[in-house]
């Protein structure tokens, strides 16, 4: 009678026809996620606007909106806006390219380390699901660039541990390696952590090879330092950004850790990091299987190991040094090396219990998965409304709100823009026949707080919202402005953001009705438009 594990085995064990089920459903779920067309969330605006409004050239500068991206990024994002248009699918399309990418790279390289069939499925599977991956491929930012780039990366690595690599091979592994720093802010830890890993057993086992490696990898540090000099520099010394995270998020490590909280750091970050960016709520079960997978690799398969973990540690150590925060999106990057680990894990586990015991495995399989398959349906049947925050595939969708608001615009209509939906209005404006929207030409070192202003006031037609986000008074200014016109729109997204102490919104239609009646209003996914007619005296409606 066969036993789970060599049912398991053999189920498993045809061409790879379980695998190649799993890469089609995470490529429609990809493909779902792109289709959607969402509207630009707050984020995203600030970078299109960059990629949109600036020269190939002004993309080298520092960005404005207090952003950060690769300059490789930028340059092929402003290309495809050329090639097709400015549209969301076009800005789009490298995230969604990239992922799709990332699904067949993830499928070589689970095939190159020969872990056991059941581990490759469950590291597929998650992998295919994981919430994250999913929405970042359709997001106008570079974090599936990342996740695409390290997977390659770390196949070179893997490849040429099991197939001794050719000079010609070495020599496209380099030129692909010093142009990946360009593209990948992350790409640097994977291609060190990697490099020691292969430079080590190159010592061992390839002597032949070593050279060329050292070659290989001397071209990536001197593409790195010229990348660092000339744009890398300027976003390691933007204070906003690090304070944001440091203070904000908690991101970096301490080192060295000085006090009890300090060192409470690494273990909240650890189980932290299985629940965003990995998605596995129950992060106990995920560690339980990465310390376990962890072990079982650093005991059969050592190369593995270190080349999995190796990028984890530098980026860790970049961290202590305040420089690239260890937390959430940014570690998108690392999902798939976690996961391999999480995956070997789990087979550990269940190799190690009864044979005839099905139970156990089919209980851990379910809890590892819960959660993935859980969003995946969920966002499936309506990517709208998921139940937190952290896992949502719709964000801040204008759109439909600046549509109603064109069909029911009047000649001398006003309309107020919250200050947090400016940078999205002005990205949409000209779409939506809104003509009157004046950019302010961004400098790209404001000293404001948060963000940099995207629009001025071109009244009647237009009043920006003053950044009202810490004290109520800041309103009255705003209000006095709106008095003077007799119907005045109020465009909202944006609004409850964690760093408000006041609901704006309420507070604001709060104020406002004291001095006019709301007469119309139309509400979307965190997005809203109010009608106001000034003078509530008369029976005017919308």
């Known amino acids: 009678m066969q036993t789970f594990k060599q049912r398991a085995e053999i189920g498993l064990s045809q061409p790879e026809s379980w695998l190649y089920i799993i890469l089609i459903v995470g490529g429609l779920l990809r493909?779902?996620?792109y289709l959607l067309d969402r509207s630009l969330w707050i984020d995203e605006a600030f970078l299109a606007l960059n990629i949109i409004e600036r020269s190939y050239s002004e993309l080298l500068q520092p960005l404005a909106y207090n952003q950060a991206a690769p300059i490789g990024f930028l340059i092929i994002e402003k290309f495809m806006t050329q090639l097709w248009s400015s549209q969301e699918y076009a800005l789009r399309l490298l995230p969604f390219l990239a992922s799709l990418s990332s699904l067949f790279l993830f499928f070589s390289i689970v095939k190159l380390i020969k872990i056991k069939p059941t581990a490759a499925a469950i590291a597929l599977g998650l992998f295919a699901l994981c919430d994250r991956l999913i929405y970042y491929s359709a997001e106008v930012k570079q974090y599936s660039t990342d996740v695409a780039v390290a997977l390659l990366l770390c196949w070179f690595t893997f490849h040429f541990k099991a197939h001794p690599p050719s000079k010609q091979q070495i020599l496209v592994f380099a030129l692909v390696a010093a142009l990946s720093v360009w593209l990948s802010h992350p790409a640097v830890f994977v291609i060190a952590g990697t490099g020691l890993c292969l430079i080590a057993?190159?010592?061992?086992q390839q002597p032949a090879r070593l050279l060329g490696y050292l070659a290989a990898y001397g071209l990536c540090a001197v593409s790195f330092a010229l990348f660092y000099q000339f744009s890398l520099s300027n976003l390691v010394g933007n204070s906003q950004l690090q304070d944001s995270w440091g203070q904000s998020h908690n991101a970096f490590m301490p080192l060295p850790p000085t006090s009890l909280t300090e060192l409470k750091w690494f273990f909240d970050t650890f189980f932290r990091f299985f629940n965003y960016p990995i998605g596995i709520e129950l992060t106990g079960v995920a560690a339980f299987g990465f310390i376990m997978g962890?072990?079982?690799?650093?005991?059969?398969?050592?190369?593995?190991?270190?080349?999995?973990?190796?990028p984890l540690v530098v980026t860790l150590l970049a961290s202590g040094l305040q420089k690239y925060p260890f937390q959430g999106q940014l570690l998108l990057f690392a999902v798939p090396f976690a996961l391999l680990i999480i995956a070997v894990g789990a087979q550990e586990i269940i190799g190690r219990l009864q044979p005839a015991n099905l139970l156990i495995p089919g209980l851990l399989i379910l809890l590892l998965f819960s959660h993935p398959f859980y969003y995946a349906a969920l966002n499936l049947n309506d990517p709208n409304s998921p139940p937190k925050f952290e896992y949502q595939r719709m964000r801040e969708e204008i759109k439909p709100a600046l549509a109603y608001l064109k069909n029911h615009w009047q000649a001398g209509d006003t309309l107020y823009v919250?200050?947090?939906?400016?940078?999205?209005?002005?990205?949409?404006?000209?779409?939506?026949?809104?003509?009157?929207?004046t950019p302010r030409r961004p400098t790209g070192n404001?000293?404001?707080?948060?963000?940099?202003p995207a629009l001025v006031s071109n009244p009647p037609q237009l009043i920006v919202g003053s950044v009202t986000?810490?004290?109520?008074d800041a309103f009255a200014a705003d209000l006095r402005q709106l008095?003077?016109?007799?119907?005045?729109?109020?465009?909202?997204?944006?609004?409850?953001d964690r760093r408000s102490s006041i609901d704006e919104e309420t507070v604001l239609l709060s104020l406002l009705s004291s001095a006019g009646q709301e007469v119309d209003s139309f509400h979307s996914l965190e997005a809203a438009v109010y009608l106001f007619n000034m003078n509530s005296n008369t029976d005017e409606t919308a």
Do not use: C, M, N
Not at 294 to 310: E, S, V
Not at 418 to 428: D, E, I, S, V
């Open 31 to 33: 493909l779902h996620q």
């Open 469 to 472: 986000r810490y004290e109520r």
């Open 201 to 204: 057993f190159a010592v061992r």
């Open 483 to 496: 008095r003077q016109y007799p119907r005045v729109w109020l465009l909202f997204s944006h609004v409850r």
């Open 294 to 310: 962890g072990i079982a690799l650093f005991k059969r398969q050592k190369f593995t190991f270190w080349a999995l973990i190796a």
């Open 446 to 452: 404001y000293s404001g707080e948060w963000f940099e």
């Open 418 to 437: 919250y200050y947090a939906a400016q940078h999205a209005f002005r990205y949409y404006a000209k779409q939506y026949g809104f003509d009157f929207a």
